[in-house]
């Protein structure tokens, strides 16, 4: 028994003495803090119930935000990108896509315009803010 703990105790304080040469640090950079992070899930809860895979035949609705057709057409025209109505089941992608469309803008008008226009957008607006 004090041979074991004669042991312990001669690693314990002879440990830090084999420690690296170099002393380099290193620092680990976190994850960005979007304005928008809110307004993402209050809009995934409306569109979807934050269901990445959820989708809306009538529309062709498609994954977390949606996205339709012609919104992923004026996309891919606008940055010459070629992503496919398939490829918005994957949450990341996706959400480049979302935030593009926001600009800077306030959420009531980025999630104002997301939906479409018209006064549906108002219901839409009071849904989302439900989600906030």
Do not use: H
């Amino acid at each position: 028994m004090r041979m074991a703990l004669l042991t312990t105790l001669i690693l314990m304080f002879t440990f830090p003495a084999f420690a690296p040469a170099d002393r380099v640090i290193y620092i680990e950079q976190p994850e960005a803090i979007n304005y928008y992070t809110p307004l993402i899930y209050a809009i995934g809860m409306v569109e979807g119930k934050c269901d990445t895979l959820a989708y809306k035949p009538l529309e062709e609705a498609t994954g977390y935000f949606q996205i339709r057709p012609i919104r992923l057409n004026d996309y891919n025209k606008r940055t010459g990108k070629t992503y496919t109505l398939e490829q918005m089941y994957d949450y990341e992608i996706a959400k480049k896509i979302f935030l593009y469309y926001t600009d800077g803008r306030s959420y009531e008008l980025v999630a104002k315009s997301w939906n479409g226009s018209g006064p549906k957008t108002l219901e839409y607006w009071k849904l989302v803010k439900l989600n906030l």
